[in-house]
């Protein structure tokens, strides 16, 4: 970005998409090493997280559509990474939950998330890198700008 004009190193926005482009590029590259891809990533962290959960929840939580999700899973499921049941309190719905081997990989995946993160804001202090995810998480939460 320093060939950029200065007005254009100025934009919030336009600083915004290339940093989140560069470690877009870091963190797919680091997902690589184990075949995974970033959705891949955030269903296993999310149903870490969330503990038995039902499939559609899931992909509100994570703003992944329906047949999409289904196809995440589905390929989470051939690798053993996840098992969906029916869930105990709503036999209709199925409970997605993380296998032994989905929490061992998603131990691994943390590390290079980690490390990808680590390799993106390496200019920034500890400090600042607390203060940097403080104020990205309060312009991401802004729902009264979505059009």
Do not use: F, W
């Amino acid at each position: 970005m320093t060939s950029s004009p200065e007005a254009l190193r100025r934009l919030p926005s336009l600083l915004l998409e290339r940093a989140a482009a560069r470690g877009g590029r870091l963190l797919t590259d680091e997902l690589a090493e184990c075949g995974v891809r970033r959705r891949h990533y955030l269903v296993l962290a999310a149903i870490a997280e969330c503990g038995p959960v039902a499939q559609a929840e899931l992909g509100r939580q994570l703003d992944i559509d329906g047949s999409d999700m289904v196809a995440v899973l589905n390929e989470l499921e051939e690798r053993a990474l996840v098992v969906r049941a029916r869930d105990d309190r709503d036999r209709r719905r199925n409970a997605i939950t993380l296998s032994a081997e989905g929490g061992k990989v998603l131990r691994r995946l943390d590390r290079l998330v980690g490390r990808a993160n680590d390799r993106l804001l390496a200019a920034l202090s500890d400090a600042e890198r607390g203060q940097l995810v403080a104020l990205l998480a309060r312009v991401a939460e802004r729902t009264d700008l979505d059009g």
